[in-house]
């Protein structure tokens, strides 16, 4: 029998777990011959079909999840109206819900895998071809020849730390710039929005394990490991464990994890504080700064200790702290979520992400949404439409601020007087994004540089003040000196002044001097082209004595 995998993701950067992770666990492959074929949402889709129809593959299978979705099916229907003898088995995260509804929508989709498909998925292989003995495996699910839905409920991994590496197998994908590394299954808490709310208990991988696997990827090459474990210090012991021995990885490989900040211990403070920079990514699960939001949510935690935990680690000179709010949350207003952006940038916040809400199948949230009052799109990526707080106007602007934010505030060039700008005047980001919307420019893809030139225009007209601070940044990004916000820096001839105070870099003989002079202070910066060819390796400044 020859099965293809459809592995198909949003781009080339992502590369799915999924086939790698069941194929590592084939015995001998069990007479299957195992086939792929591998695109990004922005192939073509007819020559994806003609890859996939060139193999004459007995079973196609993938993994259907939220930015695949909609493209997957057009090529699973072309496939299947070439191939009609061919069996279509999808799983992933977009079964977690109602399946009859979905299978009687997409007929061109023999059967699907609701849940953990390691062992399960090879249970299936032993009866493919024979739908009568399909009723034994656990979470499958598929409507029979005489219209029949049948469903296996939810399969799970028991002995989930015993399941071999995906890293073992043949298909798993060393030519990214990152990997992922599970290292639990399911989670404490029980936020109704996420699909691993309910997956209890919370399955773990030894940490001797875990040191293994990490050597084997440090062998390719890779230095960025994403963790695939949805609150890493659930538990404080483990946490400890974990950093610990990513510590010994410093200097060599650098981790993303998702973090609690209501949970920190002072044991994980402690750790985390004395890490190498740059060995950790933090990404600290805050959703809302509202009580009764988090309350709707069923997310566990208290706020104020997570707002204090936030604060610690957004403090921390050696690590970035990623946080992120949603919009179209039960009880979350855009006025409140304005609010809470500007509580996140006064913590110092590395990064901030607005995203909207998106009932994802098979979540709490989802089920419960007419008595939420919330509206959503029945189709990918099931995002939230209107709800009783925030209208669809409201979800549009929460939409075009989520831009904004990750345009100016998130881009490390214009973070410092972005976040400034948002702390010296409650009515900055509101305003500014107006200005941007009039423009209509919220809605396509602008430069670094041109972000720049918005900031200092806007800036112009509405905060004067903070032209300067735009046009050292400009510099320092080595963005090229012609245009305005770099038009007023000019060559230097003489010697830098003794007591002007090093913003960074060190000043050598070999550089060649520019002065900017601010309103209220002059600045310098030095140039050494044969190292750098457009930024600046010292800047030094001196503020300018009232007359």
Known sequence: MKLLWLDLNSSYAHSSLALAAIHAQAAGEDGVEWTKVSATINSNVGSVVADVVAERPDVVAATAWLFTHEVLLKIVERVKALLPDCVVILGGPEMLGDNETYLRRHVSVN????????????????????PVAWEGVKGLCWVDGGGAYHDGGM???EAFERLEAPERSRFFDWSKPFVQLETTRGCFNTCAFCVSGAEKPVRALPVERVRERLRVIRAHGIRDV????RTFNGSSRRAVELLTLFREFAGEMRFHLEIHPALLSSEVKALIEELPAGLLHLEAGIQSLREEVLRACRRAGDLSAALEGLRFLASLPNVVVHADLIAGLPFYTLRQMVEDVRTLASFGTGEIQLELLKLLPGTAMRRNAGELGIVYSPDTPYEVLRTREMSVDDLRHARLLSRLIDGFYNAGVWQRVTRRLILCDVGFLPAFLAWMEERELLEQPLSLEKRGLLLYEFCGERYPAFLDEISVAWVLAGIPLAKEPGGRVRPWKDALPADAETLEGKCAEAMRLYHFAGSGADYWFGFDRAKSASRPLFAAWKRRMAE
């Not at 059967?111 to 024979?130: A, I, K, P, S």
């Not at 994403?226 to 474990?229: C, V, W």
């Open 111 to 130: 059967c699907v895998f609701r849940g953990e498909g390691e062992t399960g998925f090879h249970e299936w292989l032993r009866v493919w071809n024979r």
């Open 155 to 157: 399969a799970k991994v």
């Open 226 to 229: 994403r963790l695939l474990d």
